[in-house]
């Protein structure tokens, strides 16, 4: 045969291969009977596209209200948006691992978050949980108060009843929580909110997530060094410029552990009690095992973004809808300054206390937050385990990749009445039909199960502290003009992102957000 045949043959072989293929992905495929948008059936570049466009939670909304409950999303993924679901696949004995779309995720060694499941995954789990219990939470508190009172230093004006100039709680937000987070995991003090050396590390964790965001979609890009170079030009920087910064400042806190100190530190402030600390030292009472000095870099990479990123979204979000919602707003403020009426609040330095965690209005603002605007608003993705997996009468095969996306199960109508409208008293106050179990059922932006977050209390410290400590100082209103209407959605913008009582995310890994821009004066306390 001429080589021109032959390679004739190998192009009609490769064409019948892939129309074979294209067939089978459409009619043959075990999710084929399942709906979803077209291309969807045959790539994964449809959920990479809207990865990096940021609106994969509204896109899995769209899709849920138009096809169901079941969506084929991808290939060989399924979506789906119920609450039986839910307790399904994120459950404390599932069926399911983290798919393996987690590994992208993975700097050189796995961590807690990025490994896929398994003995390997629960002894650090565990670990981890030590240094996040309740019991260390008691002696974080202290810790988390100084750095809120040191956030109402910055944004309130010095006197009282002055209006101050308008402020991006983006901005705001992210270097309060980095603060926070360094100072727990490290005890350093990067002091983001005091002066402008490391501001750009929360810009460099936002740009680098823009990437990884789509990896998790074609991780093959990873594999071709220049063509991921150029696409992600900007984001490949921050991101070697972050894992710098880690990475030094993990080293830097093992050496000051061992007293060796060096006037060229990030940071050089002597350790205290942090979750490093805990983590350096933690045995698995099972196992027996312990982290190596690689691992507590990728635990301590882990802890500094899974912490600071999702948190001063959850903080920015509230101040948002809190802005917003005039009678919420009032009543929260009222809740908290009564609250502390006669005990000065934060003397000490601490905040936390039965008077806050008795602040019920105030965790249900914080909570209709979350679940207007989740910080995690998109899939996070399981595999199902051989055995397969039942949900209702659908039997899902092993190997098929699962979830429930956040965003679209915290907007579905029947689960929460209005599901558009912040209404915290959907909380508190049940319709007569079992509302507020039904909202329970299914809020979860945490995650739940085996995998679920294992900051949540931090965060909740975190947050509550911060909103009630500044509403007890003072208050706050949106910025005047167009300023005022940055993270709103608006009329114009794409279908999803046209609600202007809405605050918008730009959902790579996690919510990436502008605004809202907020302008702060100082009450006169008179307790
Ligand atoms: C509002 C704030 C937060 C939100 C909304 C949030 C949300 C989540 C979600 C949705 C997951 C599951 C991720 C997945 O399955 O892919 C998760 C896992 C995790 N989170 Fe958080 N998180 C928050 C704060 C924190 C904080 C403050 C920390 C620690 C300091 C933390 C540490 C972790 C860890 C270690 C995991 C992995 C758990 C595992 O895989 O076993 N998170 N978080």
Known sequence: MAAHSKLLAAGVCLVLLIVWRLVYLCFFHPLAKYPGPFIAKFSNLYGAYHAWRGDAHLDMWRTHEKYGDFVRHMPNTLFIRNSEALHAIFSIKPSVLKSAHYRVLETNVASTFSLRG???????RRLVST???????????????????????????????????????????????????????????????????FRYMPHVIDKSNV????????PFIAWFKYIDAFVFKEASIARNRFMRFVIRAVRERADRATGKWSSQSLDPCPPRNDIYSTLATAKDPDSGKSFSSQEMVSESITLVVAGSDTTSTAISSTFFYLADTKHAYRKVAREIREAFKNKPFGEGGVAWGPELSGCAYLRACVDEALRMSPPNGAALTREVMPGGLKIGRQYIPAGTVVSVPVYAIHHDPRYFVEPFSYYPERWL????????????????????????????NLAYHEILTT?????YFGDFQFAEGDLGK?????PQAQYGRHRENEYQLRDHLSGQ????????RRRNIVD
């Not at 940055?486 to 608006?490: I, L, N, T």
């Open 467 to 471: 909103v009630a400590t500044v509403l």
């Open 486 to 490: 940055v993270g709103r959605g608006s």
């Open 118 to 124: 398994g003995h390997d995954h629960l002894w650090r």
């Open 513 to 520: 957000k502008n605004g809202p821009w907020l302008r702060f």
């Open 131 to 197: 240094a996040l219990s309740e019991k260390a939470q008691r002696g974080m508190d202290g810790r988390i108060a100084v750095h809120v009172r040191k956030f109402c230093d910055m944004v309130f004006p010095k006197e009282a009843k002055v209006l101050g100039k308008p402020m991006d709680m983006s901005e705001w937000c992210s270097y309060l929580t980095f603060d926070l987070m360094a100072d727990l995991v490290f005890s350093a003090s990067y002091n983001l909110l005091g002066n402008e050396r």
């Open 429 to 456: 106050e049940d319709d007569g039909t079992g509302s507020i179990k039904r909202a329970r059922s299914v809020f979860n932006p945490f995650s739940m199960g085996i995998r679920g977050c294992l900051g949540r």
């Open 211 to 218: 990437r990884m965001s789509v990896l998790v979609y074609i």
